[in-house]
């Protein structure tokens, strides 16, 4: 009995971190309320909660230790190596336990196997993103309205700079999500767009409407990238939806294949496309989407880029891949880091090989977290945001943004948590 209710308080932890660290992270007012240390207590919550599974606490110890370790190596990592966390080691260590976390606990519940893991996790989830997504978007219209600059609200909440504390501070309390929630929103749209498909009846008006909203304030936040991804996702899951329906006997998977090839052919067109979309953005009175679009048609037409325009930062990390494609720049003289992204920093910095054992450590951490995901139905999908979560390391910086790897450790956790894995010995052990 004393084994039992020892069970039962462990996946209660486990499941209450989760659930808290959801509440605490999409929800901007509550963050900005109980500041970080609440972020931390929620993993320290995991933490209990796994050392408490009774019965094989050595086998977890075994499972655990090696994770959590790679998940405070990694982090030192990207500050010594790649120069991030702006020079602020525990603060940056703080941060990167959280972006970690989800990984880290969507290998163990679905190792463990036990179903009070997941418990009110998928509607809070949906919960939570609704309501961001509203209010967000309520401030974003609020401001047109106004005739405010809305571009000013998606750097004041990606920017630590001195002098913005307050802005950023009134913004979080309005509850606005930032360019976290905007990127984690536009790698959330494969997932409610395969979930509207599926559903019926009032359900499918639900998801169809959260779909349209996270189009529109993704388009409204003037994050170019952003809305360049949403837009081409959109493109591809409409058009492989429309080929379904003319091919009936034509998978999924094939019919996104084709729209990526459509999608591909109208590279041929890019200038005319982007030109019109310039001007629509500057017609509009978006000035940052105006603004980038021209430094991407100024880069494509063999022109030059202001040097203070993101693009102009890819240069740097190229520079660096090619003039040590292997061992990277950071054992050199010099290094090529433009800071702007993530992939190419890594290439630049760390080489093929570092970049290499850096991703097979994150993978480490997370293994057995994705298992099965090839055989489900949204597995078209998931290879979707895959796609779009390699563009997002190669055109930003992703180790910075914890609701990303929260939406999308939590999309496979939530699809695969009925299909039977193989749980970790806890009360088949105690009970021998």
């Known amino acids: ?50 050392l408490l599974d009774a019965g094989a606490r050595k086998a977890h110890l075994v499972w655990l230790v090696p994770r959590v370790l790679l998940c405070v190596l990694l982090p030192l990592a990207l500050f010594f190596l790649l120069e991030r966390g702006g020079g602020n080691l525990p603060a940056y260590l703080v941060q990167q336990g959280m972006f970690w976390f989800p990984l ?3 290998a163990y519940a679905r190792k463990r196997g036990d179903a009070r893991c997941y418990r009110l996790v998928a509607p809070l989830l949906l919960t939570l993103l609704t309501i961001t997504t509203l209010t967000t978007l309520g401030w974003l219209i609020q401001g047109l309205l106004r005739g405010d600059k809305v571009y000013a609200y998606a750097r004041s909440l990606g920017s630590g700079a001195e ?27 494969p997932v409610v767009f395969y979930m509207a498909a599926q ?5 499918r008006a639900g998801f169809a409407s959260l ?30 939806a429309l080929l379904r329906l003319v091919f009936r006997r034509l998978s999924t998977g094939t019919s996104m294949l084709w729209s990526l090839l459509f999608i591909a052919g109208l590279w041929l067109f890019r200038m005319p496309l982007l030109a019109w979309a310039s001007q629509t953005m500057a017609a509009i009175g978006f000035a940052n989407a105006h603004y980038s679009l ?4 100024n880069l494509l037409s063999g022109g030059a880029v202001d040097a203070g325009s993101r693009l102009a930062t890819y240069t740097l990390p190229l520079s660096g891949i090619a003039a040590s494609p292997l061992i990277g720049s950071m054992l050199g003289e010099q290094t090529y880091l433009g800071m702007h992204s993530d ?7 760390l080489g093929l090989i570092g970049t290499a ?45 914890r609701e990303i790897p929260l939406v999308i450790c939590l999309t496979y956790a939530l699809f695969l948590q009925k299909t039977n894995p193989t749980p970790m010995q806890s009360l088949s052990v105690a009970n021998k």
């Open 343 to 349: 992939l190419l920093d890594l290439l630049s910095g």
């Open 357 to 401: 054992a850096f991703a097979l450590a994150a993978w480490f951490i997370g293994r057995g977290a994705a298992k099965g995901a090839r055989r489900l139905q949204a597995a078209p999908y998931l290879v979707l945001q895959g796609i779009t979560l390699l563009a997002c390391l190669t055109l930003g910086t992703v180790f910075y943004s």
């Open 294 to 297: 021209e430094q991407l048609r």
């Open 163 to 189: 002098g913005n504390e307050a802005y950023l501070k009134e913004l979080m309390g309005r509850n606005i999500g930032g360019y976290d929630f905007i990127y984690a929103s536009v790698l959330l749209l």
């Open 104 to 106: 880290l606990w969507s």
């Open 211 to 240: 779909y349209v909203l996270q189009l529109c304030m993704i388009g409204l936040s003037q994050y170019t990238y952003a809305i360049l991804m949403a837009a081409a996702l959109t493109a591809v899951m409409l058009l492989g």
């Open 199 to 203: 559903a019926s009846g009032m359900r």
């Open 1 to 50: 009995m004393a084994t039992l209710r020892r069970e039962d308080a462990s996946a209660t932890l486990v499941n209450l971190s989760m659930l808290l660290y959801m509440i605490w992270l999409l929800l901007p007012a509550v963050q900005t309320t109980l500041r970080a240390v609440t972020g931390v207590v929620t993993v320290g919550l995991f933490g209990a909660g796994a």
